[in-house]
C-alpha cells in the first residue's frame, strides 16, 4: 500500500487535497499553513530556552488548533514538576507523519532532515510530545526516512509524566470527580503500542473513575482521522467511523472521552457534535492540568 502510494505521489496523481496539504506543509513548514513565527508566543510567554536536555516537541495540531488546551497545558504541568523544558519555537517544523503516510517521502524527508539538524543544536538528549502523529514520526519514521538511529530518546507525554510520578515530582492534589473514558488514537496504541502509561495517569487522579468502551487497547475503534488521509479525502466516511466511536464511549456513561491525540480529539468532537451527544472530548494533559 504505502509503495502505490508513493507512486502515485511521484507521478503526480495524488488527489488535489493531498497535494494541497503538501504544499501548505512545504510553504509554511506546518500542516495547517498558520504563521509558524507564532510558535515564539509560547516561548516568550513561559520564558523557554531553545536549549535543553528535554525538548518539549509541540507538532502542529498542538500548537495550532487549541493550543491553550493542548501545548500550554502540557507546558503547565511540567512547569509543576519543576521540569526545565526547552522549545524550538518556530525553528520547530511540522513532523513530516502526514507526508509519510501520503507517500510523499521526499517533503517527510525534508521535514525530518530539518528537525534533526535543530534537535541536535539545542542539545536536547530527551524530547517528548504530547501528539501522537509526532511521536510516531519522531521514534520509528524518522530512523526509515534519513536510515540513521535517533540520537536521542523519544517519549510522549504519558510516558514522560508517568515518569515523573514514579520519581515523585508530580502530583496530583485537587480532586476531579469524573467519570471518563480513555480512547486509544492509532498512532500512540497499535503503533507504538503504548497502552498503560495514559490509563495510569488517568487512575492517577483523585476523584477520578475511569470505564472502559468495548473495544480498546489493540482492538480500539479509529476515531475517524485515518492519518489525516480518510478524514481530508473521504469525509463521510470519517464522519461515519466517528459517529461509531463516540456511540460507544456514550454507551459507557462517562461524562468525559480522554484521549492522548489532538486530531483524535477534533474528530471526536465532530463526531459528538454532528450526533448531538453531550461528551466533552479532552486531552490527556487537559485532565492532569485540571488535578493540579
Known amino acids: 500500500m504505502r509503495a502505490m502510494r508513493c507512486e502515485l505521489m511521484s ?31 509560547i516561548a516568550e510567554k513561559f520564558q523557554l530556552p531553545s536549549k535543553g536536555e528535554v525538548l518539549y516537541f509541540a507538532g502542529c495540531y498542538p500548537f495550532f488548533r487549541d493550543p491553550e488546551k493542548r501545548a500550554e497545558k502540557t507546558l503547565l504541568v511540567l512547569r509543576n514538576a519543576k ?28 521535514m525530518a532532515m530539518h528537525n534533526l539538524e535543530v534537535i541536535k543544536a539545542s542539545g536536547a538528549e530527551i524530547v517528548i510530545t504530547s501528539c501522537s502523529g509526532c511521536f510516531h514520526a519522531l521514534k520509528h519514521v524518522y530512523p526509515r526516512v534519513v536510515q540513521e538511529e ?21 502530583e496530583f492534589k485537587h480532586e476531579v470527580p469524573l467519570t471518563v473514558t480513555y480512547h486509544d488514537p492509532c498512532h500512540l496504541g497499535r503503533m507504538c503500542k503504548i497502552y498503560d502509561e495514559p490509563r495510569k495517569l488517568i487512575n492517577h487522579i483523585p476523584g477520578i473513575t475511569l470505564v472502559e468502551m468495548a473495544r480498546i487497547r489493540e482492538k480500539a475503534w479509529c476515531c475517524g482521522g485515518g492519518e489525516g488521509i480518510v478524514s481530508l479525502l473521504y469525509p463521510k466516511l470519517a464522519a461515519g467511523i466517528g ?31 454532528r450526533s448531538k451527544i453531550q461528551l466533552p472530548c479532552m486531552d490527556i494533559a487537559e485532565l492532569l492540568a485540571s488535578a493540579l
Open 83 to 110: 521540569i526545565n523544558v526547552s522549545f524550538l519555537a518556530e525553528k520547530e517544523w511540522c513532523c513530516g507523519i502526514l507526508q509519510y503516510a501520503n507517500g510523499n517521502e521526499e517533503l517527510c524527508k525534508e
Open 243 to 273: 459517529n461509531e466511536r463516540i456511540l460507544e464511549a456514550q454507551a459507557t456513561g462517562a461524562s468525559s472521552l480522554v484521549t492522548a491525540c489532538p486530531h483524535c480529539i477534533a474528530q471526536l468532537t465532530f463526531s459528538a457534535k
Open 150 to 170: 535517533p540520537f536521542f530518546q523519544v517519549l510522549h507525554t504519558s510516558q514522560y509524566f508517568s515518569q515523573l510520578i514514579e520519581d515523585k515530582l508530580l
Open 11 to 41: 507521478r503526480g496523481l495524488a488527489p488535489q487535497g493531498i497535494k494541497t496539504l503538501d504544499q501548505d506543509v512545504h510553504n509554511s513548514k506546518n500542516a495547517f499553513g498558520g504563521n509558524i513565527l507564532d510558535k515564539k508566543k
